[in-house]
């Protein structure tokens, strides 16, 4: 019988060093464009990142300033240096400045109710100046008792503060149902008031923004040692004001290698 052999064509040496380098170059440009696409992909979720970050810090200090008794407001070169009112001319560079303080008005109260039968809320902030003395201040529409319910769950108790308009001193006293009872004369009293319970400070230490709360309503007092982290790796916190605008700029950086960040700016405008 005969033996029939059937012969395939098969690739060369030749064509198949070209496939392999034909192979190589695609798949290296392949993996370059990979890497790319990548690479922007960590860029842009940095700058997404650091874009979200600043705009939420910036949120919790516009709510925050904008409870601020205007004539409280002032500036410092450190936590520990000394206080100067914005209102007051600069000593240092505006660039020395990193802490903003201020005294808050209690918005907790100011804006509570007890029910829908009785909506006075736990200050009005108006007094009646014909039925008032100067250690007693008849304020119609308050509610002190619900206030101070208000404040002794938040931890708060004793006297609190309160600022007459363009006043620049705090007149502590105590409150219950509609009337101020002060701890000592107030020298005038006019139609308007704030309560405040609490200080409030924005601090830039090491890098990072603090918000320190909890410390006497008194202009200018020593900040105390409770605080809430804001922001990390801030590179610039600026801020002006004006009358009764106060103008916020905060940058900060996003890691994204041991080596290189991205930066974020965000500024806003307190009325």
């Not at 008849?138 to 938040?154: E, W, Y």
């Not at 008194?218 to 900040?223: E, S, V, Y």
């Amino acid at each position: 019988m005969q033996k029939i052999s059937f012969h395939r064509k098969a690739f060369s040496m030749l064509e198949l060093v070209f496939v392999i380098v034909i192979l190589g170059i695609v798949s290296s440009i392949g993996a370059e464009l990979i890497a790319n696409v990548y690479d922007n992909y960590i860029v842009q979720r940095a700058q997404h990142r650091a874009s979200v970050k600043t705009q939420l810090a910036l949120n919790q200090i516009v709510n925050r300033i904008r409870y601020a008794i205007p004539s409280t407001m002032g500036r410092r070169v450190g936590k520990t240096g000394a206080f100067e009112l914005n209102t007051a001319t600069m000593i240092s560079s505006s660039d020395a400045y990193t802490v903003l303080q201020w005294v808050g008005a209690d918005n907790d109260s100011f804006e509570a109710i007890s029910s829908d039968a009785d909506r006075a809320p736990g200050w009005s902030g108006f007094c009646d100046i014909a039925a008032s003395t100067q250690t007693s201040i008849s304020t119609p529409g308050s509610n002190f008792d619900l206030a101070n319910t208000i404040q002794t769950n938040l931890g708060r108790t004793g006297n609190f503060a309160i600022y007459f308009p363009g006043d620049s001193v705090a007149h502590y006293g105590t409150g219950a149902g509609n009337t101020i009872t002060l701890a000592a004369n107030t020298p005038r009293v006019v139609e308007r008031y704030k309560v405040a319970w609490s200080s409030y400070a924005l601090v830039v230490e090491n890098g990072d923004l603090y918000l320190y709360y909890n410390f006497p309503p008194t202009i200018g007092n020593a900040i105390g040692q409770s605080k809430a982290l804001l922001l990390k790796n801030v590179t610039n916190f600026k801020f002006e004001t004006r009358g009764q605008t106060t103008r916020i700029k905060l940058c900060m950086k996003e890691k994204i290698s041991d080596t290189d960040f991205i930066p974020a700016c965000k500024e806003k405008a307190v009325f």
